[in-house]
Each structure stands twice: as C-alpha cells, then as structure tokens.
C-alpha cells in the first residue's frame, strides 16, 4: 500500500523507517519531510494544513493511508476534511477527527473531560478577560509554584510556572488581557501545581479498543540538570524505571480505560494516539495534559522498541479490529539524545553543514531540522538529530549514543550530557 506520513521533524523520520520496515508498504511519501525520509521516502513539498494540496497529493500518488505526525492539522480538521470528501473519504487517517483534538487543541476542554470522567488531575479553574480579577483572586487561594496554562495550542510555550504571586498576576493579565500567546491564550487554566515524577504513557486507540504503547520520560529543559528555558525535549529515555507493573496498572484503571471509555460515552470517535503526560505523585498517577499525537522525542524510543509491523496496527485502527492484532515490545532499554543547534530554544542559524552522521555504529540517526543543499546535508530547524541506542540498562545504551555523537559535527553544535541523569 501507498501511505503519507504528514510532518518534518524527528517524531515523522521515526514513523517513516518504522513504515519503511512493513512488508505491506509499496511506496511512502512524507510531507514535507527532511534529509533523513529524503533517503527512505520521498519528500514532498506541502504544508500539512494546506488540505487542498494535501488532497491533491493524495489522489495524485493513489495513497492508501495517512498518518499524522503533529497536532496542528488534526486540530484544524485533516482529518473531517477526509470524511467530507467524496474523493477521499474512504482513505483512512491515523489520527483523530476535530472532536478528539480538542483533548489538545483546548486545555479547557481536556479538563473539563477529565473531571466529568473522575480521572485524577490537578485541581483548576478557567478564566477569561472578563474574569481577570476571580483569577487573581484564584490565584491568592493556592500554594506556590502557580500553574497558568494557556487553553489553545501556543507551540509548546503557553504553560508557566511561577513561585511568586504578584509576578502570576502579571502574567495572568498578560495572557488574557494583552493576549501573550495570541488567540490560544483568550481563556487561560489555572491549577494546582502537583509535585512529582513527570512520565509520558501513549496509547493507540481505534475508538473500542487499545494497546498500551511503552511508557517514555523525556528532557525539556536546554541546561544540565533541568535548568534553563524549555525546549521541545532535549532526550527521552524508554521505559521508565519507576513505572513498573503495579504503577502502570494504576494508569491503565485510573486514566487509560476511564479516557477511552469516556470518549466512547461522548459520542467521539477516536482514532490514533493518545500521550498522556502524567505526574507520578507519590506512587499514584496524575494527568498534567493530553496530546492528540505522538511526542517528540519519545517517538524516538518508543517506535524501535516496538516488534510488530506498525502498518498493521494501523490497519486495526481504521478497520476497528486493533484488538485482534499481536502486539510486541522489547524488554531493553532506547535511550535518545538530541543535537541542537547553537542559540536554541532562542535565536539559531540555519544552513550549518552536518557531517559523520553516516559514520554512526550500533545507533540510529532519525533526523529532526535537517535538509538537503547541493547534496550536502544541513541544518534547518533547533532540534536538528536525534542519536537513539538500545542497551540492557540505561547506562549502556547512553554510552552508546554519546560515543556516536563524538563522530556527529556542525558549528555550535549542542546537547545535553546528563539525559537520564536522574534515573541512573
């Protein structure tokens, strides 16, 4: 069969070689790609919320399913515009319809799900510009560190966390009455901040039933030992030590079958990822936030420690009979490492020339902003690659990573070198 993987970054070179690896697969387009689907897909240059041209696409190289790597064509509707076309609606697409999306496109929404099906959250409220002083007001009834999430989707940067009340205050206002983060910010959740082990658990769904993908922790600050500005996640390790059987069994009852349940009885059909980020707070498991797709970069160390051929899966996830497949994950450990570019999260150059990524042993190489100039390889993104090992503890698969990004080089490279610093 023909697919289209819709995105660019490392999340999309991972699905690529996953899908690559299917013997169902005839030919794969990514869009729009980067210099690593360039060598195992072909690239096309179209923008993933550019519908028409992704129909186009689709109907010019006969494409059988398309899968979506980010959130934002799935919350503006990729996949309701597939179902209200005649050309089209019979293609299956791995990801969910505008309903489901809310659960990231609106962090009003997810948690208003999430009280009305009782699973664990921190406690909140919502606020408009029209009630800017009951937010202040919230604000004063709750301990330090606040927690102000902008209810839309603001690239990754719409959540702040804040010890000190006058300065929540400020950016409260700053949100809802300046519009900090744009539209995404006209309502803003504030809530409870919980204190714990962050983990992220991700599930694919068709709608009745699921499987439970391997659990991921990733790195999103830019300094050693989470220090400095967010990032879109510096390195992921998968599994979590700390998530064993008796707290992943919490999280199935609690919040995994209570979400896919509590979709159903809202009437929404859900088909395709699931990330639940989770706080582990003191053994027991308490949502943060929902994505509607899968993270980067856990995708880097979730997908190769998957065994079964991912296109049949998804096949289960159109046809609703996920269930009936086989389902199997190795028992080692992925680790991942990702090379950034100099500046990053902040202002960065692009065009660098990479070189020795085709010198790499016993790792993958999934590239994020990469892309091809005069057939040499170069930079165009922050996240530039991500460097994934395999090992029997996490140790061994970060000396592997780490000795391979020695041979990795493009001007003002950088990387993290604690990943997984607090799990050893």
């Known amino acids: 069969m023909n697919i289209l993987i819709l995105g660019s970054g490392g999340r999309e070179h991972a699905f690529a070689k996953k899908i690559s690896e299917s013997e169902k697969i005839s030919n794969l387009f990514v869009a729009p790609g980067n210099a690593g689907t360039d060598a195992i897909a072909t690239n096309l240059s179209i923008n993933p919320t550019d519908f028409n041209a992704v129909k186009k696409t689709v109907l010019e190289n006969k494409i059988d399913m398309v899968v979506v790597g980010p959130e934002a064509p799935l919350v503006e509707g990729v996949h309701d515009f597939f179902l209200s076309d005649e050309a089209l609606n019979k293609i299956p697409v791995i990801g969910p319809k505008k309903d489901g999306a809310l659960l990231e496109g609106s962090k009003d929404f997810s948690k208003q799900f999430?009280?009305?099906?009782?699973?664990?959250t921190a406690k909140y409220k919502s606020f408009t510009s029209e009630t800017l002083e009951e937010g202040k007001s919230?604000?004063?009834t709750l301990q330090p560190p606040f927690v102000l999430k902008a209810d839309g989707l603001a690239a990754g940067k719409g959540v702040l966390i804040l010890d000190n009340i006058e300065e929540a205050k400020t950016e409260l206002e700053e949100m809802l009455s300046n519009q900090k983060f744009g539209n995404a910010s006209s309502t803003v959740v504030i809530e409870e901040f919980l204190d714990g082990i962050e983990l992220s658990v991700f599930v694919l769904t068709d709608g009745k039933s699921y499987k439970v993908l391997p659990s991921a922790k990733?790195?999103?600050r830019?300094?050693?030992?989470?220090?400095?500005?967010?990032t879109g996640g510096m390195g992921a390790i998968s599994p979590v030590p700390f998530a064993n059987d008796e707290f992943l069994s919490k999280v199935e009852d609690r919040i995994i079958k209570p979400t896919v349940n509590g979709l159903q009885a809202d009437g929404i059909d859900y088909r395709g990822f699931i990330f639940i980020g989770l706080m582990n707070v003191n053994g027991d498991p308490f949502v943060i936030e929902y994505n509607?797709?899968?993270?980067?970069?856990e995708t880097e160390v979730v997908l190769p420690r998957i065994q079964s051929d991912l296109v049949d899966l998804f096949e289960g996830v159109a046809n609703q009979t996920l269930k009936e497949k086989t389902y199997e994950v190795t028992d080692q450990t992925a680790t991942t490492v990702?090379?950034?570019?100099?500046g990053y999260p902040e202002a960065y150059e692009k065009g660098k020339e990479i070189t020795g990524y085709n010198e790499i042993e016993d790792s993958i190489v999934y590239h994020a902003g990469t892309t091809k100039n005069e057939n040499k390889v170069v930079t165009s993104g922050g996240r530039v690659m991500a460097i994934t090992s395999f090992g029997n503890t996490i140790e061994e698969a970060l000396e592997k990573?780490?000795?391979?990004?020695?041979?990795?080089?493009?001007?003002?490279?950088?990387?993290r070198k604690d990943i997984g610093f607090d799990l050893k």
Not at 114 to 120: D, G, R, T
Not at 222 to 230: A, C, K, M, P, Q
């Open 218 to 220: 990733d790195y999103k």
């Open 338 to 342: 990702m090379l950034v570019s100099g």
């Open 138 to 140: 919230f604000l004063e």
């Open 222 to 230: 830019i300094g050693e030992g989470d220090t400095g500005l967010n």
């Open 292 to 297: 509607v797709r899968m993270g980067d970069p």
């Open 401 to 415: 990573s780490y000795r391979n990004i020695d041979k990795i080089s493009f001007d003002k490279m950088n990387f």
């Open 114 to 120: 999430m009280e009305k099906h009782e699973i664990p």
